[in-house]
């Protein structure tokens, strides 16, 4: 045994004194190189810079600098932009970085010239910046990435509601935004959260949550003199009017068109007790809808066939009464039918339904589309009133 140990301690120590010489000998070697070529592993932030003399690195930060291909991205709420950082008046200062990165490489000790060859080396450039383009830069990019706020809103499909959520808007708070790039560039990232303020809604789905009932319903023909499809302007489909709040309520009739006058008229009494019905003001000499009540309520103006229909959406104060609308081709009282009116009249009706305590108390047409000529027809005066 005392024969083995001093055959294998003297191995073992030659061994180790072999190893540290050789550490010791590639450390001398590499940082030799290193004094002239930097290491395989040395980026000045994005910008690889292995294996180039000090006068190649300049060249290859200063084409970089004229390619204008570094950028920097850019998050915004949920969205991400990538921005170039020569629009943004940023470039590389390649004489200030190969000096920071030779003080970097200086401070190495003899066995980092060895171990710092085992990971990625990222060291951040230096930039020049152009302050008054990069805050116009943000300036424009929060004008072009703006956002507004999107109100709740109430959208009818059919005869029924649907309630819509509202969205906050967003908008970069460009004072801070440039002081945060300039941050992250410095820090070696090519990623930033800008900062933002969000913008809130006028009308919240809470406001409108107790608009879900019908609360009058009017009919007026449509006459020629109306736009319709995209350019039907004179429509409203769905607008909240707020407690307190009027809107106005452009008829886009020409007065002087025949039968304006006469259609005008029509319009001004359909709105009239429409609004009287749901508890709303309507002043004809200034065309306002106003809404005095303490519930916020939805105005639609829309087109149906030949007719516009006129319908207020609210909150009924008697949860025992309520309206409705039919499109039928007889009431829904199908035992009573109108002078003039077969039993499977063509005739495409509307017709409006009054409800107390879920019973049927009043069925009344309020307009219908005319049938083909020759049919069998009636007017809106020839029909009656049905009651249950």
């Known amino acids: 045994m005392k024969q083995f140990r001093k055959t294998v301690y003297p191995v073992l120590a030659l061994l180790l004194c072999s190893l540290v010489m050789t550490v010791i000998i590639a450390s001398l070697l590499l940082a030799q190189r290193d004094a002239s070529v930097y290491p ?144 992250a560039l410095n820090k070696g990232k090519l990623t930033v959260e800008l900062p933002v303020r969000n913008i809130p809604p006028s009308i919240t789905r809470s406001q409108i949550n107790g608009i879900k009932d019908l609360l009058s319903v009017q009919a007026v023909p449509l006459s020629s003199n109306y736009p319709s499809g995209d350019d ?36 001004q009494a359909a709105l009239s007790a429409a609004a009287e019905e749901a508890g709303l003001v309507y002043k004809i000499s200034d065309q306002e809808l106003s809404n005095p009540t303490e519930q916020p309520v939805a105005l639609f103006i829309t087109q149906e066939e030949e007719l516009g229909l006129i319908r207020i959406f609210g909150q009924q104060k008697d949860s025992s009464s309520r309206l409705s609308i039919s499109r039928t081709y007889r009431p829904l009282i199908a035992s009573v039918v109108a002078g003039g009116q077969s039993e499977n009249g063509p005739d495409q009706r509307i017709y409006r339904h009054s409800f107390t305590d879920g019973r049927l108390q009043i069925t009344e047409l309020l307009e219908y589309s005319p049938a083909a000529p020759g049919t069998s027809t009636s007017s809106k005066d020839e029909i009656p009133v049905y009651h249950k």
């Open 40 to 183: 395989g592993n040395i980026y000045a932030g994005p910008v690889p810079l292995g294996n180039l003399t000090r006068a190649q690195a300049w060249q290859k930060l200063e084409s970089e600098n004229n390619a204008g291909s570094l950028s920097i991205d850019c998050i915004v709420g949920q969205d991400i932009y990538k921005l170039k950082l020569k629009d943004l008046g940023i470039k590389l200062d390649a004489v200030a970085t190969i000096q920071k990165i030779d003080n970097e490489i200086g401070k190495w000790s003899l066995l980092s010239h060895s171990l710092n060859r085992g990971k990625k080396q990222v060291i951040p450039p230096v930039w020049i910046y152009d302050r008054n383009r990069l805050e116009q830069s943000l300036d424009n990019l929060a004008v072009a990435k703006y956002k507004e706020a999107v109100d709740a809103r109430v959208v009818l499909v059919g005869d029924y509601l649907l309630h819509q959520s509202e969205q906050y808007g967003v908008q970069i708070v460009t004072d801070k935004a440039a002081d945060l790039l300039a941050d």
């Open 232 to 267: 039907a302007s004179w429509a409203f489909p769905g607008r909240i009017i707020m407690p307190g709040e009027s809107i106005p309520i452009s008829l886009m009739i020409d007065a002087s068109a025949e039968d304006g006058q006469e259609t005008i008229g029509k319009w």
